[in-house]
């Protein structure tokens, strides 16, 4: 009885919703991966992935975590229905992406060409990576449509917009490969796919508004709010919150393309192409666990915002326990199948590179399964500085450990680094026993100013 009312509930069929958006997602990126390895080949393709890693890198060191404060805080708004906190808070996430993909188009200009002609000798690929800082440009509508439905829990109409964003990136990047024969060609279909996914945003968020508009402000009239909103309210959140946030996309995304093109000798380029594939199949089954995240955010700060501290505990309980011994299971269940799919699919010499790194990945993402729920209970919480003094003394021993062990070991070492951060961020899981034992909910954090 209790598992129905359960899969009744409404985070449930949130998470659904999220879930099968999420897998459609993973299968694009999947897709366009199969379709770069035969248009491109081993080589062309690592140098794609290590511009789009230069980007990220470059991104996430600029990232203000302005999109999951603003989340957060339109949850709690929204339990409490009121509304001026809503539109005061996407107009201030507005605002603050917007002056941070300036920043980046144009710090990126000047830095990320010379430093790939510093380190890899081929400043082609920071010419590359800066188009890619045109990315967030584009994407500010979308982003601010996406955070206005998550946070008010209207996951349908954001698993629309991401899938209809991923589907054109796919199409598009695989066709500019075509096209240019070098990873160029990826890069305008990315940023292409980043605008058309912006304009497909701002329909849907229109039409769940039409059908209801409560806590869903008109976009002329955040607009309007832009410039009256200061943003020094809003960024000491939103820092803490990129922070966190930030060290898990570095370690697990950002880094190692780069450490293994610097370090991973005169394969390095092929070596990033295996990782990065073997990287994506193990993060399948991770897919599964988008859905529950993003609801348990918007859901751990309604619960937060209402003063419910039993409510919060158990959702994290069940979060934790359900999410992550189901998508442990899948990914021992993924491994298993995971040398037909690239046979398959893939060029013969992908075969062998693939699979090695994937066992060794198994076992990282199988720790990661539960992991799920961390940063929203963090974020919900306010309880960040734990979560960034964790990250960054795991991001330390992570750091040395890829640069010797794709040193000494090559093609296996940073799947080895992987394994090793995973481990790390188990110590989460002893502060957040600690904290239910002994701690109080968090006070609530005000809406910027007018």
């Given amino acids: 009885m209790k598992i129905l009312q359960l899969l009744k509930s409404r985070f449930a069929r949130d998470t659904a919703v999220l879930q099968v958006g999420g897998v459609l997602n993973a299968v694009g990126n999947l897709v366009s991966s199969v379709a770069l390895a035969h248009v491109l080949g081993a080589r062309e393709q690592g140098d794609f992935y290590t511009a789009q890693a230069l980007f990220a890198l470059f991104f996430f060191t600029l990232n203000l975590g302005v999109v999951q404060a603003t989340v957060s805080q339109i949850a709690a708004a929204s339990a409490r229905s ?31 060409p010379w430093l790939a002609d510093w380190q890899y000798d081929a400043r082609s690929l920071g010419w590359w990576a800066w188009l890619l800082c045109l990315t967030p440009l584009l994407e500010m509508p979308k982003v601010v449509c996406g955070a206005a439905l998550q946070g008010t829990r209207r996951m349908l109409p954001l698993a629309q917009c991401e899938n209809a964003m991923e589907a054109c990136r796919v199409v598009l990047v695989v066709a500019g490969a075509a096209i240019t024969g070098n990873p160029l060609g990826p890069v305008i279909g990315t ?146 199948c995971l040398p037909w799919i690239v046979e398959s699919f893939y060029p013969r010499d992908y075969l062998a590179p693939i699979q090695s790194l994937s066992l060794i990945l198994a076992g990282a993402y199988g720790l990661m399964s539960f992991h799920v729920g961390y940063d929203a209970f963090y974020i919900a919480t306010s309880r960040l500085k734990i979560a960034i003094v964790i990250g960054v003394s795991g991001m330390c021993v992570y750091l040395l450990a890829m640069i010797w062990l794709v040193s000494t070991l090559g093609l296996t070492g940073p799947a080895w680094a992987i394994l090793i951060a995973s481990a790390w961020g188990s110590w989460n899981a002893v502060y957040l026993w600690h904290f239910f034992r002994t701690a109080t909910v968090p006070g609530r954090t005000p809406a910027p100013r007018t």
């Fill in 191 to 336: 940023l292409t796919a980043s605008l058309v996914g912006s304009v497909v945003a701002v329909d849907i968020y229109r039409r769940a508004r039409a059908e209801n508009a409560t806590c869903l402000p008109g976009l002329r009239y955040i607009a309007g709010r832009i410039r009256s909103i200061p943003l020094r309210e809003g960024l000491p959140l939103g820092l803490r919150i990129g922070l966190m946030r930030n060290i898990d996309a570095l370690v697990i995304d950002a880094l190692p393309p780069l450490i293994i093109r610097r370090f991973g000798g005169p394969d390095g380029q092929a070596i990033v192409t295996y990782f990065r594939i073997a990287q994506r199949f193990m993060k399948l089954p991770m897919m599964l666990l988008q859905g529950v995240t993003r609801t348990a955010l918007p859901a751990m700060s309604e619960y937060v915002g209402r003063g419910d501290w039993k409510g919060l505990r158990k959702i994290w309980l069940r979060t934790t326990l359900l999410a992550g011994g189901a998508t442990c299971l899948l990914v021992g269940l993924f491994t298993l």
């Fill in 82 to 112: 009121l509304e001026e906190k809503v539109a005061s808070w996407l107009a201030f996430l507005a605002k603050a992406y917007l002056a941070a993909a300036l920043v980046l188009t144009g710090l990126g200009w000047l830095v990320l």
